[in-house]
T-cell receptor, first 116, second 116 residues
Framework: AQSVAQPEDQVNVAEGNPLTVKCTYS??????LFWYVQYPNRGLQFLLK??????LVKGSYGFEAEFNKSQTSFHLKKPSALVSDSALYFC??????????????FGTGTRLQVTL | ETGVTQTPRHLVMGMTNKKSLKCEQH?????MYWYKQSAKKPLELMFV???????ENNSVPSRFSPECPNSSHLFLHLHTLQPEDSALYLC???????????????FGPGTRLTVT
């Protein structure tokens, strides 16, 4: 079985400060890891992924995430937060050894609130 | 139209009604998914289709009936629903095979369903 934990329901940060949204995962094989963002009354929007290669992956809107195999973590980061980054963020994992249609497991989401 | 579209965006139905949700992806993907998103709960995978064949039914009650006539269209037929079925229903697609395989799922905006 695979699982994702997002330990913080909400993260508060001031605009211009760095932000981190935490994610840890559990999967039996090698992980494929993803971050999504959801704005109110919208679907999930893909931000970035780790499949293989460099542990630091860069994505949309200045976001990046670092894959840490020993800590089974994939934390989302941004050097300088914007008010417009305020949204609900989801981490997701998939076992790389599954079949030809991916079964993603999502975390419960972390609400990011960026204030002036 | 680009990406993944869903209609209707909002639906209110009585417990004895029959209605259908429609999803269309314009990305040339081979896999399509239905998810249920309820408040305070993780995103729940309902059904997976790969090349229009159902490959996953995540113990979904029979009052939800999916249909995938081709790789671009996905329907969710609803009948005799319960109030606890009120949620945001999200459709997604992904490319899992071939040179264009990328594994991330792209989501539609969702249908907000209210069962009265």
């Amino acid at each position: 079985a695979q699982s994702v934990a997002q330990p913080e329901d909400q993260v508060n940060v001031a605009e211009g400060n760095p932000l981190t949204v935490k994610c840890t995962y559990s999967v039996s094989g090698n992980p494929y890891l993803f971050w999504y963002v959801q704005y109110p009354n919208r679907g999930l929007q893909f931000l970035l992924k780790y499949i293989t290669g460099d542990n630091l992956v860069k994505g949309s809107y200045g976001f990046e995430a670092e894959f840490n195999k020993s800590q089974t973590s994939f934390h989302l980061k941004k050097p300088s937060a914007l008010v417009s980054d305020s949204a609900l963020y989801f981490c997701a994992v998939r076992d790389a050894n599954t079949g030809t249609a991916s079964k993603l497991t999502f975390g419960t989401g972390t609400r990011l609130q960026v204030t002036l | 139209e680009t990406g993944v579209t869903q209609t209707p965006r909002h639906l209110v139905m009585g417990m004895t009604n029959k209605k259908s949700l429609k999803c269309e992806q314009h990305l040339g993907h081979n896999a399509m998914y239905w998810y249920k998103q309820s408040a305070k709960k993780p995103l729940e995978l309902m059904f997976v289709y790969n090349f229009k064949e159902q490959t996953e039914n995540n113990s979904v009650p029979s009052r939800f009936s999916p249909e995938c006539p081709n790789s671009s269209h996905l329907f969710l037929h609803l009948h005799t629903l319960q109030p606890e079925d009120s949620a945001l229903y999200l459709c997604a697609s992904s490319q899992e095979v071939g040179e264009g395989r990328a594994y991330e799922q792209y989501f539609g905006p969702g249908t907000r369903l209210t069962v009265t």
